[in-house]
């Protein structure tokens, strides 16, 4: 694979690589999107005209660089075109996950103190009934149709003002300026705006086009919103599902397929959940997707049993790749799906999960749990601590959060600028990294640190359970561990066999050894965004009043 070097150019090129897709492809179909019961497309040219006339709609009303504005308009050509606009006019984006409910919203949106809300009419209703940023924001501007609140302009009719074919002189953004403020999911945590540079996002498509060998005019059926951003910007055409995108957990396996066989779709982003949805719909309805060159699964860890099943449904040359990262950094490490199911064994042992090797240009350390990643203080191969990462696509700072940054930002001796993940892991003799759990929700039991995503798939095994949660009641130091199971089929009585069964899977794997006592919830409440990562601090809850 050729040697990839981080964008350097002196101005901020984000918005112009629509720009350079619409002279490149001009006549190419950007974005398919469903408009009532028919499929609206926009090629990259008229793409790129319209993302010229919502910049002069957005300035002529104030919108101006480096003022922040709260985008809350679903993907599609709308979502695009704001997106690319804000881009280009260099006003920051505050992107916030509208399923985060309504207190998280409002925490977030007011960190932000936004001065522009560009939303849809719903979102606006939002905003003046909860009051949301009165006293910062200026700028009020609908996408869509729906009853308004007052003092709110309609982007459509601000666009009726401006000539067709004037383009937008963009002004000349330095590569260091913020272009984003994405604030974290708030499913391990509280949530936490991360900076992004115009830069940093310019490193991120070229490391993602690289990393995954994506080429222009390939079709994207992306499930979650800002890799739709990236497909565009790389010349995919990307195809807009009919789907819920606060929970993709609940999309229709049958109508990606559909969708995927309208378009000649080659390439997926889904979340682990969803994929699984998608791996269990295609086994049971003997269904291929012999069209995918690839599928993207980020989110939450992969599991082996659901990726094998997908596998067995694409092309042999196809590849499934699961890039690990966070809203801060992003991406750090990448593993194939053929790699991945070789190290199913060792998972299954209690080692964790597999992440691949760091991607080129970036650096890991694993340090003790805790400390800073001291150059002469870092753990040797196989011995788990928190994993830190370095590098071109890692946010600098969190958005007037000192508190986020002094706990996760480290600049060691050398000006070398880290990055906390809140993960723990290790490195193995191949130089991959492997994946153990959450600092935040290790269990400190009185016979040692149990770490929860190892000792969970150890009993993932089971053909009966779709998932596990391993979660500690107590104090610390002399939790009592507790291991959560979901069921395939919840509605099923669960009979003391099972429980006897589980225990003999754990008793020959150190530390799943330690587990003597599970609950059955049933449903397990999962993280907002990808509908993966189980919220095990509700799971705890429910554990603890197991024990009374």
């Known amino acids: 694979m050729s040697t990839l070097t981080p964008t350097r150019s002196p101005t901020a090129g984000v918005a112009l690589r629509l720009r350079k897709q619409a002279k490149d492809r001009p006549d190419q179909v950007a974005v398919w999107e469903l408009d009532g019961q028919s499929w609206q497309q926009r090629t990259f040219r008229e793409l790129d005209q319209l993302v010229d006339r919502t910049c002069h709609a957005l300035t002529r009303q104030g919108i101006e660089r480096g003022m922040n504005t709260v985008l809350m308009v679903p993907p599609g050509r709308e979502f695009l075109a704001c997106t690319f606009a804000l881009l280009r006019i260099g006003a920051p984006i505050v992107m916030v996950d509208p399923g985060m409910g309504i207190s998280g919203l409002g ?43 007052p003092f709110t302009d309609r982007l459509e009719d601000l666009r009726r003002r401006v000539d067709h074919a004037i383009p937008f002189d963009e002004p000349v953004l330095d590569a260091s300026e913020t272009a984003a403020i994405l604030f974290t999911s708030g499913s391990t945590g509280p949530a936490k705006g991360a900076v992004s540079h115009h830069s940093l996002i310019e490193n991120q498509i070229d490391w993602i086009g690289h990393l995954h060998r994506i080429e222009a005019g390939e079709v994207d059926l992306p499930t979650f919103p800002l890799f739709g951003l990236f497909g565009v910007a790389l010349g995919m055409t990307s195809i807009i599902p009919n789907i819920d995108f606060t929970r993709p957990a609940d ?7 559909e969708l995927m066989d309208r378009f000649k779709i080659t390439s997926l982003f889904a979340s682990p959940t969803l994929l699984g949805n998608l791996a269990r719909y295609l ?32 092309s042999p040359e196809a590849r499934i790749e699961t890039p690990y990262g966070a809203t801060e950094a992003m991406p750090l490490c990448c593993i194939d799906h ?31 749990i805790d400390r800073k990643p001291q150059q002469d203080d870092v753990l040797p191969p196989e011995a788990p601590g928190e994993i830190w990462a370095s590098g071109a696509v890692v946010t600098r700072s969190y958005y007037d959060d000192v508190e986020s940054d002094q706990s996760h930002k480290y600049t060691d001796p050398q000006g070398v600028l880290w990055h906390r993940t809140g993960d723990l892991g290790a490195w193995d003799g191949c130089g991959r990294i492997w994946f153990r759990g959450r ?16 000792i969970e798939r150890v009993f993932d095994l089971h053909p009966k ?16 561990p507790i291991l959560c199971v979901e ?30 006592r599970f609950i059955f919830p049933g449903r397990f409440p999962v993280d907002i965004r990808h509908n993966a990562k189980i919220d095990r601090e509700a799971l705890s809850q429910t554990a603890a009043r197991s024990l009374r």
């Open 283 to 314: 086994r049971d309805h003997q269904r291929q997707a012999p069209g995918l060159r690839r599928i993207i699964s980020a989110g939450a860890p992969a599991r082996h049993d659901e990726i094998e099943s997908l596998a067995e449904a694409l």
């Open 465 to 480: 359970v779709l998932r596990t949660a391993l979660v500690g009641c107590g104090p610390t130091g002399q939790q009592i």
């Open 338 to 368: 053929r790699e991945f199911l070789e190290t199913r064994t060792e998972t299954l042992q209690g080692k964790g999960i597999c992440l691949g090797s760091p991607v080129e240009g970036i650096q890991i350390r694993i340090s003790t």
């Open 487 to 516: 069921l395939l089929e919840t509605s099923s009585p669960v009979q003391p066999s099972l429980i006897e069964e589980l225990k003999l899977i754990g008793s020959a794997v150190p530390g799943a050894d330690q587990i003597e």
């Open 107 to 149: 925490r977030c949106i007011a960190r932000a103190a936004p001065q522009a809300f560009i939303g849809i009419p719903r979102a606006h209703r939002g905003r003046a009934l909860l009051g949301w940023s009165r006293a910062t924001i200026q700028h009020r501007i609908s996408v869509g149709r729906g009853w308004l609140p």
């Open 439 to 454: 600092r935040g929700q290790l269990v400190t039991a009185a016979t040692g640190d149990l770490h929860t995503v190892a």
């Open 251 to 257: 999309a229709d396996p049958g109508h990606l397929l």
